[in-house]
């Protein structure tokens, strides 16, 4: 992911934290002053509540003490007259009656009623002080009552009054302030054990164990239980909160002046507080849908933007032929490779077609464009997953690979594996040039690595002999040399730099300048730039068109010149090389006829040599070129026969005149070898097929006489001249002597 996108993304993520931290806090805070002010309302009314239940009970209590005090005070002996007392105080009938327990046990009620109370009677009469009991059920008409009692003396006596009143008057005072409706009211001992309680129909008795049982058995509700039973044990008065799911419960305690009772509120959490807990519901839902979307959408935003500019990385980065990185890829890739320095054995490869155009004008673009994807793939085969295969521009490859142990065989491979390509059931022969550049240290960066290969690779290009040449110092200096000659060329063709030197051929039939070649000489500074070193740059660079053009000018106004000027002269047959690289231009021939025509020249009187190698072309059908040159009635004739891989029965389908064999089958006569037998043999065929021949190179007389011994036709060499300047040349012809000029 790029830098951009994670910013991004860690924005997104800090606005969700802020957002749903700063929520919590919210949500935290508004609960805390809900609960506060919820406990703080059901403690008031937990005060209250203690405050009403401790008047009524004073009441009762004072009830109590009124009858007794007045028994005593009036030493009263008879049952009948404390019940009368009893009648006259009861206030609001909120006793269900008065009864007298004597040391017995028997105990006798105001309404008639006489109970045996044997087994309780210890718990009334071990207590001086007015006592009020635990709930127990009533032996006469089994409701759940309390008693209050006091020890006194009737007559002699001693015996307690009791005044009974059912539990649930106490329970009447809870019932107009429970709680919204929403809470129990209990009184309870220390132990839990219920006193009373609002709810009459449920069966509990313990109000801890009560609790135990609606609320969540965890630990934070553990400790709270253990907090109110620990208070509660302590005589403190305090609240607490318990939860049962996310229902919240508040429970309130607070001490009653009775015995050991508190009074317990259990409220749930109020309307109020539901209310605004659901709008705290809402708002966080809320939020986290807001976040949500906000995070979809910056999703969907950040996707289609990495979509399109994923789109346009494969515009930018992708050729659209080849499906293969392009140049910028290319570069970009190749820089990141060359960056990891654990990679050895690497060299980066700029690899050529050769002649594409050629290709491309004789099949059309769209086999052009069959042929580049064609080759993308089988550089894909040939070479591993080690590799980078860029096309980076119109016939060019950039390849870097690695872990290669042999450069030359792999070369090699690639070379021989794309000579053989098919398209559409057509068989092709692609010939291609590698330049390579061993990447050893990392000194070089992408484009530096890449020039050095581009200049092994200008080495290859065009070079018949080679098709790959790896980059070395001595490629470079050579390289500059020939860029040197590149940059004058043209201006040296405009100087007339270039000039003709003649070679006479010698007829061996009478020693005579018969036939002629016209050669190149490049002077420049007063210096005399030899042919092989120019030649083969021009050949690479098709400048040898232009150069051979000019020369095939030059002799036909040469030749035109001396049939004016000496009218009595026999102006010989002069022999123009010319260079494979015209055969790639189809109507090149028509240009030649062209300036002979301007000359007033009959093509019959130019022999045009075409060497051996250049019919070695694939590419091209020679034959059809040679039948062509023909047509318009040059001579022809064959340059160099011997250092190519023609056979002499390849001769026979060739329309050529003139057979020129090489200067090293002429130097092999000085050797008294088999050999010497090939000569005569050549000689023997090309006299078979009608040809002409000419012994190139000859140097001696030895050779002179050999070859004319074997019936050779023509001479050409040191031995007669050097070739000359036309101006010496005309001197030969016009008086039979060779010149020499030197330099030649
Ligand atoms: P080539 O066509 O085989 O020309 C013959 C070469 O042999 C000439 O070299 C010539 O000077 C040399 N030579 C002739 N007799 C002897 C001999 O007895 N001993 C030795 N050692 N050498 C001899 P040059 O002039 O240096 O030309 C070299 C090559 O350059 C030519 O080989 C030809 O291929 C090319 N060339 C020269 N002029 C032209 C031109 O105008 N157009 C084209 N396309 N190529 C040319
Ligand atoms: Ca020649
Ligand atoms: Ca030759």
Redesign the pocket.
Known sequence: MNKKYKIYFILIIILILFTTTSLITYINKVQNLTNKSTLNSLKELTKQDVAKIQNNINEHIRILETIVNEIENNQLERSEQVFEIYNRNSGNNQFSRIAIMYETGETSTNDGQVVDLSKEKEKFFDENNIKISQTMQSKIDNKKINIYSKKTKLGEEDVVILLVIETNKYEEIFIESIYSGNGNEYIITKDGQIIAKTNQNATDTNIFENIERFIDNNKKNKNELNDIKQNIQNNKNSENIVYNGIKKYFITYQKLNINDWYLVIIAKGSAVAEELNQVIIIMLIMSILIILVITIVSIYIVMSEKRKEKSLYNLAYTDQITKLGNYNYFIKEGQRNLEKESIKERYLIVLDIDKFKTFNKKYGHKMGDKLLKKIGEELTKILSENSIICRISNDIYGIIIWNIKNIDKKAENICKKLSKIKIEDMSCTIFVYLGIYEIINNKYNILECFDKAIVAHNKAKGNSERQYYIYNEKIELQLEKENEIENIMQEALENKEFVI?Y?PKISTKNDKITEA????RWFRNGKLI???EF?PIFEKNRF?IK??KY?FEEVCKDLNEWKQKNVNLKVPMIS????KEHFYEEEFIKEFVDIAKKYNIDPKEIEL?I?ESATLNNQIDVIKVMNNIKKYGFRISL??FGTGTSTLGMLQTMPIDTLKID?IFVDKIDFNNTDKNIIEYIIYIAKKLNLKTVA????NINQVNYLKSIGCDMI????YS??VSKGTFLQSLKFGIMGTDLP?
Do not use: H, M, R
Not at 517 to 520: D, G, R, S
Not at 716 to 719: L, T
């Open positions: 030197y070679q070649e016209a050669l190149v030899p042919p092989n030649i040898i150069l051979d020369i123009i090389n010319i260079s040599e060497t340059d160099d200067k190139e190179g000859v140097e050409q060499g040191y031995y050097k070739p030649n």
